[in-house]
């Protein structure tokens, strides 16, 4: 039987896509992110966490806003490391400075940084070479991941240039600044579903820039959900996000979201079942084409199901024993 592992097999040469968590939590200050931390332990590492300096940082305090997030990453809470931080965007004056402080201070434990109201290619590209030369300059090792927010015209008129930059990780989708952008011509009840899916210039938008993220192997991201308590509602904008658009994350801005958007996006156990199968019974002809439930499966179907069963592991979707030692051990 082949020991050959499916990312060795299947993807050589190849950019990998990020298996990544399907929720993203917003958390503003220090109160707020020591809480995201704790919960994460105890449900488990199936969510981000994004450390707010934009709109979290009260005026005035920037700087000590930033140290406050590189302390708590650098600290005990932070167990998973799996927390981002939200930079301010490309017209503050502070933005170099949270580079400076954050890549300096936390660069080991920062799993990304995210770059928000970017109005163009051009500035995108600076703040990433600065975020880059910073990383550079300090004993890291690694690049850091970056998470850009389309939320702009100009953003999403420059969508597959973007997309080509270096290091880009996920692409997220800003809604409100985006309805706020068109100057009234979409309404405020668009903010929200249905009229966030079916409004015309929005479904565009969310459909041009998942197009772009995936061509270029990057996650797309959607945005919140409005309804804070209502997990229902929550976990039906997550799962149209889904199937309607192929968004593969979503934000979340209240610790009751996340749950219905790991939910709603994490993959089917009868699939999950299936894929495991399949690649099992794949690697035990070395990756040659087989018969499985009496259809053809060879490495197109392969890699479909690879991915699927990584996003399985990383969601805690239950995978059979058998497969988590091929795979995962």
């Known amino acids: 039987m082949s020991t050959v592992h499916p990312s060795t097999a299947l993807f050589v040469g190849e950019k990998p896509f990020p298996i990544i968590p399907s929720c993203e939590h917003f958390a503003g200050n220090e109160k707020l992110i020591l809480k995201a931390l ?7 590492p199936v969510f981000d966490i994004t450390c707010d300096c934009e ?17 708590v990453l650098n600290s005990e809470a932070n167990k998973h490391h799996m927390a981002g931080a939200r930079i301010h965007d490309f017209s503050h ?25 970017s109005t163009s290619f051009a500035d995108a590209s600076e ?9 550079s300059n300090h004993p890291i090792g690694r690049e850091i991941p970056i998470h850009i927010l389309v939320e702009t015209h100009g953003a999403l008129r420059d ?3 973007i997309a080509q ?12 600044d985006f309805v706020s952008g068109h100057h009234g011509a979409i ?38 959900c409005l309804d804070l308590k209502n997990a229902e509602v929550v976990k039906s904008d997550a799962s149209r996000a889904r199937n309607e658009f192929g968004f593969l994350r979503m934000w979340s801005i209240y610790p009751a979201q996340i749950q219905p958007i790991v939910d709603a996006m994490k993959p089917d156990h009868s699939e999950v079942e299936d894929a495991a199968n399949i690649l099992l019974a794949a690697q035990a002809v070395d990756w040659g084409p087989i018969q499985y439930k009496g259809e053809l499966h060879d490495r197109a179907t392969y890699r479909y199901f690879w991915e699927l069963l990584q996003k399985a592991n990383v969601t805690q979707v239950k995978i059979s024993g058998e497969a988590t030692e091929a795979f995962f051990s």
């Open 38 to 44: 704790a919960l994460q332990d105890t449900i488990g």
């Open 55 to 71: 709109d979290g940082a009260p005026a005035g305090q920037e700087k000590l806003h930033a140290e406050m997030i590189v302390r």
């Open 93 to 117: 004056p502070h933005w170099r400075a949270d580079i400076d402080i954050l890549v300096g201070g936390a660069g080991k434990v920062l799993r990304y940084i995210t770059i928000p109201k």
């Open 127 to 135: 703040m990433i070479a600065y975020v880059r030369n910073v990383a």
């Open 159 to 161: 969508i597959q240039q």
């Open 165 to 176: 930059l270096p290091n880009i990780e996920v692409l997220d989708f800003g809604l409100m």
């Open 187 to 224: 309404p405020a009840a668009a903010m929200r579903s249905p009229g966030q899916f079916d409004h015309r210039l929005i479904a565009r938008a969310k459909a041009e820039m998942v197009a772009a993220a995936l061509a270029n192997g990057i996650v797309p991201a959607h945005n919140v």
